[in-house]
């Protein structure tokens, strides 16, 4: 058991806009509980002020820092670090190196909420944007990952909440109640624990 917990991939966890690595601190605490190796990234600037481009490059920095070329990876990437996350592994060679690939209530297809903010970020993940339409004509790439998407149908963050649906991959739908919520509720953590662990 001890030898197949050693073979186990380190799992890095990308955040949302607003937030840091902070965020996933209870998920962080639960995975490590089952024995598993977990990192967090600081994405800056947060606030959307950066393209997504910008900032997956700041991920693939992080991850040539800390981590073994040789070694393989689990993603998992939150709200906005779900589409981050996604340019890494379709655009700059993340492909290579990701396993497992989870993304939690992250806007595929672009949240309303997005009109809120003139950042260039912000307008990245607005529905129809240049940056997810190039992003989705591809999205196929993911079938050469193991990859989930995980979602709630009562998210008033992403919306429409489906936006976080994917039509490749695994699907998982939790019925949270709030956006943030997804990272702290048993059903959430119990679910991104069970990806990880599945063949």
Same mark, same amino acid.
């Given at each position: ?13 990308v955040h949302g806009i607003w937030d840091t690595g902070k965020v996933f601190r209870k ?20 606030? @959307?002020? /950066?393209? %997504?481009?910008? $900032?997956? !490059? ?10 073994? =070329? ?57 529905? @129809?944007? /240049?940056? %997810?339409?190039? $992003?989705? !004509? ?10 989930? =998407? ?50």
């Open positions: 058991m001890n030898t197949g917990q050693k073979q186990r991939n380190p799992v890095l966890l998920m962080s605490s639960y995975l490590k509980q089952q024995g598993r190796d977990v990192y967090d990234v600081d994405l800056v600037p947060n606030n @959307g002020d /950066a393209a %997504l481009e910008e $900032l997956a !490059q700041e991920l693939v920095n992080h991850i040539k820092t800390n981590f073994n =070329s040789d070694r393989a990876l689990d993603l998992v990437g939150f709200s906005m670090g779900g589409i981050v996350s996604r340019y890494y592994v379709q655009r700059l060679g993340g492909i290579k190196r990701v396993q497992k690939f989870i993304t939690i209530s992250s806007p595929h297809y672009g949240t309303w909420v997005a009109y809120l903010s003139q950042r260039r970020g912000a307008k990245q993940m607005r529905p @129809g944007s /240049a940056f %997810l339409k190039d $992003l989705n !004509q591809d999205m196929s790439i993911l079938k050469q990952v193991d990859y989930t =998407s995980i979602w709630t149908p009562l998210d008033m963050m992403i919306v429409p909440a489906n936006s976080s649906k994917m039509p490749v991959g695994k699907e998982i739908v939790i019925p949270v109640l709030l956006h943030a919520w997804m990272l702290i509720d048993s059903r959430s953590l119990a679910a991104v624990a069970e990806v990880l662990s599945g063949g």
